[in-house]
């Protein structure tokens, strides 16, 4: 417990210094979001990926938290994940090539054991979609962090119940790592989380998910991995039906997720944050009192037609045209003609003059 509590200060305060350490050597080697108002610097995911690894890895080396041979594979595999993102964010990479290297790594860390082939097929299927689902997530400054926050803390008490005291501990981790890193990603973020950070975090989130569900009911299970993750799923939903209404190609970027929705109705950068967190507890909640056996397993099918109804309410909201300007007054409208109008009359007469 000491140590537990120890790991995740430490992971807490070192992310928070190395995110803000890292903000110049990623302008000045230009590894930025060009794709938003202003360049982001996007190695903040380094920091998160960087820390959690050597952290957990300490109580392996010292003997205090010891990870087993699963773990430290996952640690691993997770590792290699976050290098694929780091070249995603210096150099364009296909989505296809991030899919199929994070497919990789899931193939690696699934139970075999416990799911057997059939059941690892769409195991490994699910953990690169939420791996991608936390890449497509990052899109508004402190977003993916704080989902992430509430996700590892849902599945670090499914781990916890399973006795997997390995797993809570790493998951206990990363949600410190991702605390840490808030503070300056946190609107207007000084960092961005970047690819290396958004398919780590999804990546340890789904595969810790599908080794503590392996062995238990396929049905069940399937349904507490979608409530645990049912925001990021969500959004990627909203995004795939969005674009085929709409005739665009699916993997083209467009301000078109939740959050550039919600600032669309006039919601702040802070607010949508602020609101999605909000949206994303009660399927964590649902996800973790399912697992414990509080809940029976149909309680996720109401976490599933929340989600539709907000796929189908945001869909109204069109994301594709001009944002829509603020009305101007008429008097305002007049004077402002009447200065133009004047200037133009002073200028040609300067010109005649002249």
Known sequence: MLYGITAATTALLVTALLAALLRLPALRFGILDRRRQRPLPLLGGVAVALVTCLVAAAGEWTGYAPLGSEIMRLLVAAGAVALLGLVADVRRVKARFLAGGTAVAAACVVPYGDTGFLLAVPAVAWIVLVS???????????????????????????????????????????????????????HPARIGLGATGSL????????????????????????????????????????????RLAGRPLLRGAPDHLAHRLRRVGLTPQGATVALGAAALPGVVVGVLVHLGRLGGTAVWWV???????????????????????????????RASRRMESSQVGARLRVRNG
């Open 304 to 334: 599933g037609a929340g989600s539709a109804l907000v796929v189908l309410g945001l869909l109204h909201i069109k994301p594709y045209g001009p944002r829509r300007q603020p009305r101007v007054p008429v008097q305002d409208s007049v």
């Open 200 to 243: 780590f975090v999804g990546f340890v989130l789904a595969s810790s998910l599908v080794i503590t569900r392996a062995g238990h009911d396929p049905a069940v299970s399937g349904g507490v991995l979608y409530a645990l993750s049912a925001l990021a799923v969500t959004d990627v939903a909203l995004v795939a039906v969005s674009r």
């Open 132 to 186: 991608v689902a936390f890449k497509a997530l990052d899109h508004a400054d402190a977003l993916a962090g704080t989902v992430g926050v509430l996700t590892a803390f849902g599945v670090g008490v499914c781990a916890a119940a399973e006795v997997m005291d390995e797993l809570a501990v790493l998951l206990s981790v990363l949600a410190a790592a991702l605390t840490g890193f808030l503070l300056p990603n946190w």
